[in-house]
């Protein structure tokens, strides 16, 4: 009865949802903490919407005492369309960094939240050129010298703050800088202790004083005058919660759980601490393609231990791929050592979902043209995702005559109008589904796929694992193949063949 009630809840926002006997069971689970491990395509969303909907409807908890937080505005916003403005309930739905801003507007009454800070890096440097010696000489001779790849653009201490702000080697000097910076935040105390206590080569001694001392006058003056940048925003928060900032509900899920950093992690945790809330997190560690921005697939498969005498679901029915693609997929994934292992099947069928689609230099377009007509003689009304590794990969499609690009990443086909045409990087595409997909730059190179870009020298203090590096980009690949809901297909180059393509062609 109760899963009919659910059903009917549901058909409100898509008619056509039905309910697998694994979304059921999650849906009516009682446990304290709760793990979803999903697979790619097998109804998350949905079954995390009508945990919700029972919740209210049938358990008559009151929507304003359930959280609902995930990673992207995107998700947030396809969460606040399906509950709030369809099911009119007011369920809290925010990101980590919303929901860390709420709590410290609790405490502060007036306070500047930073949303640009490589002005203010700018402003620091200049500050610190002028009034410290030393500084001034280490920061110009480290960018003429480590920076520096053209002696015409050397930056000069006789010119005017405003014409080193554009010099190329600076404003190089500048995004290395944040780089490290963005990693830096996502570090507890051990992690950057060990990072000072290093052994570093001069090149990284000489950034390491750089970073210090920019980063303290940052430090101060943000303490000054209660100004927050978003890695504070999370920390802030956590500080606060361990204190006696009011709170109380009685139900946090978190989406996208794979992708939890360190320090959202310690919010989450005091969190649920702090309220005894029931906890219900749902993700995939199959799909963790984040860690450049901190995110840590240990704290997702270590659940359990962070969260003792929690229970561990799983959706293994997709419904996104056939199950001819799954299969592959799964082989595939599962080579990684430490992914956690489950079963995935799905009724759908298709035959050869794989395509194999090999070009010789300077036939790329023709190859492209090829594939799309196919596809649009089998029905011309579908949605084509073009995928690549990086944003540049999309430059290759500039070039093709029957390919006209409309907005943005959207593209029109002369022949075949009606096709929806649009290009993505796979970090970009993670959560979407599309007809068909079309994966490009599968070259074994720098920026071929698996990338082989190296870590910058200076990043390299952050003691980069190699190992795991590898391990996220067949993570990636992953992903990339179960986007599409009928046929991926594989550009591969005649010459210097991606290693994953070989790999995977001898799975099948």
């Not at 039905?18 to 109804?43: P, T």
């Not at 659940?303 to 595939?332: C, D, G, H, I």
């Not at 970009?428 to 870590?455: C, H, M, R, W």
């Not at 200076?458 to 590096?469: D, F, P, R, V």
Request: aromatic share 12%; hydrophobic share 35%.
């Amino acid at each position: 009865m109760e899963e009919r009630k659910i059903e009917m809840l549901l058909s409100k926002i898509d008619p056509n949802i039905k309910l697998d006997k694994e979304q059921k069971e999650i849906i009516i689970n009682k446990s304290q903490y709760l793990m979803i491990i999903a697979g790619a395509g097998s109804g998350k969303t949905t079954t995390i919407v009508a945990k919700v909907l029972y919740l209210i409807q049938i358990k008559k908890i009151d929507p304003k005492t359930i959280l609902m937080i995930s990673f992207t505005n995107e998700t947030v916003r396809d969460l606040k369309r399906q509950l709030q403005d369809i099911m009119n309930y007011s369920v809290q739905i925010m990101t980590f960094h919303k929901l860390g801003l709420e709590i410290i507007k609790k405490e502060y009454s007036n306070l500047t939240i930073l949303s640009n800070k490589k002005d203010f890096i700018h402003i620091i440097i200049g500050s610190l050129c002028k009034y410290n010696i030393e500084f001034q000489e280490k920061i110009y001779q480290f960018i003429n010298t480590k920076v520096n790849r053209s002696h015409s653009q050397k930056v000069k201490k006789e010119d005017s703050w405003e014409k080193t702000k554009n010099n190329v080697n600076y404003i190089k000097f500048v995004d290395i800088l944040l780089s490290f910076w963005n990693k830096w935040d996502t570090l507890n105390a051990k992690e950057k202790a060990g990072v000072v206590n290093r052994k570093k080569r001069k090149i990284q001694r000489d950034f390491f004083y750089l970073f210090q001392n920019i980063e303290q006058i940052y430090r101060l003056y943000k303490k000054k005058h209660s100004i927050f940048d978003f890695s504070d925003m999370i920390k802030e928060a956590t500080k606060l919660l361990n204190g006696t900032t009011p709170l109380s509900y009685r139900y946090i899920f978190v989406d996208e759980y794979q992708d939890i950093s360190y320090h959202r992690f310690l919010l989450l945790k005091t969190l649920v601490e702090k309220t005894q809330a029931k906890l219900i997190v749902v993700g995939d560690d199959w799909q963790s393609i984040y860690r450049f921005s901190g995110s840590d697939s240990n704290l997702f498969i270590k659940f359990s231990m962070f969260f003792p005498n929690s229970e561990v679901k799983f959706l293994t029915m997709t419904y996104r791929n056939s199950n001819e693609l799954v299969q592959v997929a799964v082989q595939f994934i599962m080579k990684n050592k430490y992914q956690i292992k489950k079963v995935l099947q799905s009724k759908k069928q298709v035959e050869q979902p794989i395509i194999y689609c090999y070009y010789r230099k300077g036939s790329f377009t023709k190859k492209i043209n090829q594939i799309l007509e196919n596809i649009a003689k089998d029905n011309c009304k579908q949605s084509i995702l073009i995928l690549g590794r990086y944003q540049h990969d999309m430059k290759r499609l500039y070039d093709n005559p029957y390919l006209k690009r409309v907005c943005k990443n959207h593209f029109r086909y002369k022949n075949y109008t009606k096709l929806s045409i649009s290009y993505l990087t796979i970090h970009a595409s993670k959560g979407l589904g599309f007809d068909q997909v079309i994966l490009i730059n599968l070259e074994d190179g720098t920026y071929g796929f698996p990338s082989k870009i190296k870590d910058n020298s200076i990043l390299t203090l952050l003691k980069s694992n190699k190992l795991e590096n590898y391990m996220e980009e067949r993570r990636l690949f992953y992903v990339a193949l179960t986007r599409t809901k009928n046929r991926v297909y594989l550009f591969i180059p005649y010459l210097h063949k991606s290693k994953f393509a070989h790999e995977l062609k001898r799975l099948q």
